[in-house]
């Protein structure tokens, strides 16, 4: 397909040349990240895992008495501009019938921050809500 070919938002949208791998080294991103924060409600750590060349998300929300496993989440993954092979950051989602989660991530001087952007679908009138974490090894 040529670039000319492509639909289009932007500028940046059409590159001359497309990237089908990943030339980031994903070992960098795999493995336990635990949060900066102990006292934190939100995400108490998460486990980035590889499976088939696919980046998958792991993620422990912090209770009063240790953690609820949540699952594992497949990730969609992202670099920075439309023609590079880095990955900088990921989305993934969860649902958990009462409320669903869509979780932004990106790598930032060796941390690894997540946006969690929560709704409810339980008819509680309790509000959405965002949050952002940070995570180290």
């Known amino acids: 397909m040529q670039t000319t070919d492509l639909a289009y938002t932007k500028k940046d949208d ?43 998300l792991h993620c422990f929300g912090k209770l009063e008495q240790g953690e609820k496993d949540w699952g594992i989440a497949p990730c969609e993954l992202f670099s920075s501009n439309v023609g590079s092979p880095e990955i900088e950051g990921f989305m993934c989602n969860y649902d958990f019938e009462f409320m669903k989660i869509s979780m932004a991530g990106n790598m930032k001087y060796g941390v690894m921050v997540i946006q969690a952007y929560n709704t409810f679908s339980d008819g509680s009138n309790r509000n959405n809500y965002f949050s952002r974490e940070f995570f180290c090894r």
């Not at 080294?25 to 949060?35: E, I, P, T, V």
């Not at 108490?44 to 499976?51: H, Y």
Request: glycine share 6%; hydrophobic share 40%.
């Open 14 to 56: 059409i590159v001359s040349e497309f990237y089908h791998e990943w030339g980031s080294d994903m070992k960098a991103l795999l493995g336990s990240w635990k949060n900066v924060n102990p006292k934190t409600g939100q995400i108490a750590r998460v486990e980035v895992l590889l499976n088939d060349n696919n980046i998958s």
